[in-house]
């Protein structure tokens, strides 16, 4: 984790600190053991911050913060009940009113403040997320999408967003910071650990996203292809390009040995026994290995 380099006084981090843990005490989660977790907002370029974010429940996702002279854009609005405190965080970097929020895809860790912000902020995301959200009656969905790519102009920003391709859902989006070499992979990329203390895997939704583990590696290939430095993922610390690329590489690990499994013969009931991705950094079997399972075999036949 990145410390903000605008010196907020040590009081507000424990504050902080001490919100976060009561909120992962109210969501049923064990204190964060381990490793350094901050949700204070941390400046990570010129007119860009993030609201880190660990996990699912306590902290949500990351939120990037992009601070223009004509307003000001976010990526995603972690749970609901954090909005109040975006809304607080965003304003002890800037005055400027938040007129955008851009949703990496539906999960209600990135979308849970959107209905909030909707009285008073355009929400974009792509077709398909907001397909999703309706579909399971989530609240706040965007009211502009795009298929493919699209861009905000604000201030002296463009602030794109891309489609890809499937992966952690059917309704991905990178957002791309292209004067700042920064990209906001959603959960196409999470790393490190939870709040709680467990490790943070990759999620393949093949049931309310359309997920998809086996063309995930090709849509991380393109995000690959941008010119970026530095990624924010969906949860974790702010990565390398290299740091995304070695995540990548264990997508490829993963499908190779669910692969090399079914060529085996083996099946799903002792996938979790026998495809261990321990030294991949996920010793808990990913959600929906299964669902790579039945989409290898497909691919097989
Ligand atoms: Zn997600």
């Known amino acids: 984790m990145r410390r903000s380099s605008t010196a907020l006084p040590d009081v507000v981090l424990l504050c902080v600190a001490a919100v976060v843990l009561a909120a992962a005490r109210i969501m049923g989660g064990q204190q964060p053991t381990g490793e350094p977790f901050t949700t204070a907002i941390t400046r990570l370029k010129d007119g860009l911050f993030v609201i880190p974010g660990y996990d699912g429940a306590a902290t949500g996702g990351n939120v990037a913060v992009r601070v223009t002279s004509e307003g000001i854009i976010i990526v995603d609005s972690k749970i609901p009940q954090l909005y109040d405190d975006i809304v607080a965080k965003v304003k002890s970097v800037s005055p400027q009113p938040i007129r955008y929020v851009l949703n990496t895809h539906q999960h209600g860790d990135h979308t849970g403040s959107n209905a909030r912000f ?51 859902t059917n309704g991905d989006s990178v957002v791309y910071f292209p004067d700042l070499k920064t990209i906001h992979t959603g959960d196409l990329v ?82 979790e026994r026998r495809v261990k991705l321990d030294d991949l950094g996920w010793p808990t079997a990913p959600v929906g290995l299964d669902g790579l399972f039945d989409e290898l075999s497909a691919a097989a036949r």
């Open 190 to 271: 999470v790393w490190g650990k939870r709040s709680q203390g467990t490790a943070l895997t990759p999620f393949m939704d093949y049931t309310a996203g359309h997920g998809s583990g086996k063309e995930w590696v090709g849509t991380l290939d393109k995000i690959l292809a941008l010119d970026f430095d530095t990624a924010i993922p969906g949860h974790g610390p702010i990565l390398t390009r290299e740091q995304v690329r070695q995540f990548r590489d264990r997508m490829q690990a993963m499908n190779d040995r669910v692969a090399a499994h079914i060529k085996g013969g083996g099946t799903k009931g002792d996938l």
């Open 118 to 168: 909707l009285p008073h902020a355009d929400i974009l995301m792509h077709r398909n997320a907001r397909a999703n959200m309706i579909a399971e009656r989530l609240a706040g969905p965007g009211r502009i999408v795009y298929n493919d790519q699209q861009s905000v102009f604000l201030g002296n920003a463009e602030v794109q967003m891309r489609h890809l391709g499937r992966g952690h």
